[in-house]
């Protein structure tokens, strides 16, 4: 998926969830399989990041796969170039110990935090009344 907010990012999604040690290494597998992709053949060029994310984020969001990346995702541990480093990709995939890699642990993943629809409503109404703008709902 490529979002219109976001041109030039490439958002994967794979079968994989929270939790799930059978599917250790596939956000891995997936990132090395795209950056390995002839950018000339592929239209790739026009995809400078990538980013591989687990089945529960939902890819239509403006929100969801940005902080999915930003979220389940270490540079040192996750984030790989192609040969001419000119495009870059990363895991984003929840992660399992079986995703450790040399110095790079894995730590315990807690739940994430969402707020309750009545709440979401308040704060957008409250916005609007202040004249901030419509935001991302």
């Known amino acids: 998926h490529v979002p219109a907010i ?3 990012w490439l958002f994967v999604r794979v079968d994989r969830g929270f939790d799930e040690p059978d599917g250790e290494g596939l956000g891995r597998e997936v ?3 795209v950056l ?3 950018p000339a053949e592929d239209g790739a060029e026009a995809l400078p990041f990538v980013v591989v ?3 529960d984020v939902d890819l239509q969001s403006p929100v969801d796969p940005f902080f999915h990346w930003l979220a389940n ?3 040192g541990r996750d984030m790989a170039l ?3 480093a000119d495009r870059v990709a990363f895991d984003a995939t929840a992660k399992t110990a079986g995703d450790r890699r040399p110095g790079y642990p894995v730590r315990p993943w807690p739940p994430i935090v969402e707020t309750t629809p009545d709440v979401k409503a308040a ?3 409250r916005r609007r009344a202040e004249g901030l703008g419509s935001g991302v709902e």
Request: proline fraction near 5%.
């Open 6 to 8: 976001a041109p030039g």
């Open 31 to 33: 990132r090395d399989a």
């Open 36 to 38: 390995r992709l002839d």
């Open 53 to 55: 994310v687990s089945r």
């Open 73 to 75: 995702m270490d540079s």
């Open 82 to 84: 192609d040969a001419d």
């Open 123 to 125: 704060a957008t109404a």
